[in-house]
T-cell receptor, first 113, second 112 residues
């Protein structure tokens, strides 16, 4: 069974530029999560989708971050404009449902210079 | 907001040594999970515990859940270089929306 796929693996951008990350969850998984993991810290939930609807985006900095999951399958996370403090690993995870084990992708490491 | 504090933050030991890492929550866990994250990878679930006082073993790893369900420990016996990684505790909280809240992590390095 294929795991959660994320791309790109690495991205370096200058501050104030825009960037987008892509996630393809495990087939059939209704719940999709985006986490931000700053170096040396545990992952922090940014947004959670159930199918194509947002369940929780309370910690998403909505002035610069946006995410969508239009067809309830793959998802994109965008940052516009990026700040230095956005440097982190962005992890995507998926689960069958909200009460099932979540499986994580390898993440995208973003460096903002 | 629930806070999960892990200790120690860093640990470097020799192969064959034993170690224990700790996770303490500011509130009662709904469902405690332990993950290991290797460099360049996402976290991988090791175990889920839900009952206070519960002890689970996974080969050389022993997980203990406090009676009051606010703390947990992970003990590794005879550590191996393959145990190197970031160990994260998490709560799958069901208050409000269902979501995972992760701890601060313990970074373990096992030297050969």
């Amino acid at each position: 069974e294929a795991g959660v796929a994320q791309s790109p693996r690495y991205k370096i951008i200058e501050k104030r530029q825009s960037v987008a990350f892509w996630c393809n969850p495990i087939s059939g998984h209704a719940t999709l999560y985006w986490y931000q993991q700053i170096l040396g810290q545990g992952p922090k939930l940014l947004i959670q989708f159930q199918n194509n609807g947002v369940v929780d985006d309370s910690q998403l900095p909505k002035d610069r971050f946006s995410a969508e999951r239009l067809k309830g399958v793959d998802s994109t996370l965008k940052i516009q404009p990026a700040k230095l403090e956005d440097s982190a690993v962005y992890l995507c995870a998926s689960s069958l449902g909200r009460n099932n084990e979540a499986f994580f992708g390898q993440g995208t490491r973003l460096t903002v210079v | 907001t629930q806070l999960l504090e892990q200790s120690p933050q860093f640990l470097s030991i020799q192969e064959g040594e034993n170690l224990t890492v700790y996770c303490n929550s500011s509130s009662v866990f709904s469902s405690l999970q332990w993950y290991r994250q290797e460099p360049g990878e996402g976290p991988v679930l090791l175990v889920t515990v839900v009952t206070g006082g519960e002890v689970k073993k996974l080969k050389r790893l022993t997980f203990q859940f406090g009676d009051a369900r606010k703390d947990s420990s992970l003990h590794i016996t005879a550590a191996q270089p393959g145990d190197t990684g970031l160990y994260l505790c998490a709560d799958y909280t069901t208050s409000g929306t269902y979501k995972y809240i992760f701890g601060t992590g313990t970074r373990l390095k096992v030297l050969a």
